[in-house]
């Protein structure tokens, strides 16, 4: 049986890009094996399995209305399921586990509550790599994140395999470690992220008037909204009729200077909103009633909406580097080097006027193959199945 750490997507209600991994991996795994999801108990410093209200969490539902924050209000619980018998210093040794899997961005206290776990665990531990831009952008990332991650990145290398999400997040967790003299390190493979199957066969009703053009992904610094929105406003000064819709959290260290451009604009009467999270069925709603999508993301270790746009059919303004561009070479989406304000405007404008890239972009994005979160949970199965336990103290 495989333990899946949930220990901060189970206590919260928030859908941003983890933990939409988070909880699709865990329903797809449960289908191809034994798992059990276990979060960590603060108040106690022990491992426990989840309660209804953590499981209702932990299950993705396309109507529940996502938190407007990032972070958890665990209700630190004083009890455990006393038939698990997970003594506090051992961790979740007791358990009749085959190894571990670690999909979350754990914090420094999971951390060390999992360190026994993953000393004594009979079978290897597995944990997913997302990106570093904590480190790699740190002007547009929160405080927080750029202290935490040069202890996170060495940390895992108590894993024995590393499943980087993306070629470009792998290289990158590579490149940090050699560049601190670091040799022997777990195995690290790259495995593609999937794509909610729950986006596609949407029809909409209409008649929509103007284009509405739409940009999904939290709103901070490095996704780059504040470019988008200059972009947006060098087009209606020139009189292009749109709509602009931005749907995605708010992350309130970031996201400032997008706000306050977005609050200029409004002022101005501009046709643009922002809709904050929404449900996967309102999400859903967005892409169908799109004409296309912007995605101006400086950089990313995959690049989930670029790839829900093209499963809808719809294609996809974005970056032609790093994880983004393993996406858009794929066909269906208008490529810039930089997403610039003035690379920007210049593609949306050309979608906007030339219907005949339009359409061919969209019968590209639809003609595409994309994987199913089964595909992608039975590639971590099979990785998780070839590694060796071969756990050293290794920072």
């Not at 495995?191 to 939290?218: H, M, Q, R, W």
């Not at 709603?285 to 101006?296: E, G, K, M, N, R």
Request: aromatic content about 8%; overall charge positive; proline content about 6%.
């Amino acid at each position: 049986m495989l333990a899946i750490d949930t220990s901060t997507t189970s206590d919260t209600l928030a859908n941003t890009g983890i933990q939409r991994v988070v909880r699709a991996l865990t329903s797809a795994l449960s289908v191809l094996t034994q798992t059990k999801p276990v979060r960590l108990n603060n108040a106690k410093g022990i491992w426990e399995i989840l309660n209804r209200k953590e499981l209702e969490n932990l299950t993705s539902n396309p109507n529940r209305q996502p938190a407007g924050h990032r972070g958890t209000k665990r209700n630190q619980r004083k009890w455990t399921f006393s038939a698990l018998k997970i003594p506090v210093a051992t961790g979740l040794q007791g358990m009749d586990f085959s190894g571990f899997i670690e999909p979350e961005l754990f914090t420094s206290k999971v951390f060390s509550n999992l360190e026994p776990f993953l000393k004594g665990c009979p079978g290897p531990s597995l944990a997913l790599y997302y990106d570093a831009t904590s480190l790699t952008l740190p002007e547009l990332s929160p405080k927080e994140n750029t202290h935490r991650f040069p202890y996170y990145l060495q940390e895992l290398l108590y894993f024995d395999g590393i499943a980087a999400i993306s070629e470009t997040s792998k290289h990158e967790l590579l490149d940090y470690w050699q560049w601190l003299g670091i040799k022997k390190h777990p195995v690290v493979k790259s495995i593609p992220l999937a794509v909610d199957e729950i986006l596609e066969g949407y029809t909409p009703k209409g008649p929509f008037l103007n284009p509405t053009i739409l940009c999904v992904g939290s709103i901070e610094g490095r996704k780059n909204q504040v470019s988008l929105l200059h972009a947006a406003e060098k087009l209606w000064n020139q009189g292009y009729k749109f709509r602009l819709t931005l749907l995605g959290l708010a992350n309130q260290e970031t996201c400032g200077p997008a706000m306050e451009q977005l609050q200029i604009l409004q002022d101005k009467k501009r046709t643009l909103e922002w809709l904050g999270p929404r449900t996967d069925e309102e999400l859903r709603l967005q892409y169908a009633t799109s004409s296309f999508t912007v995605y101006p993301s400086i950089a990313e270790g995959f690049g989930l909406p670029v790839l829900e746009s093209l499963k809808n059919g719809k294609p996809c303004v974005c970056s032609s580097q790093g994880a983004i561009g393993e996406i858009s070479n794929g066909g269906g989406c208008l490529t810039v080097e930089k997403p610039t304000p003035e690379a920007l405007s210049k593609a949306m404008k050309t979608l906007l006027t030339d219907s005949e890239l339009h359409s061919t972009l969209c019968n590209n994005a639809r003609n595409r193959t994309f994987r199913t979160w089964s595909d992608y949970a039975s590639d971590i199965l099979e990785f998780h199945k070839s590694l060796n336990k071969s756990y050293e103290k290794a920072c």
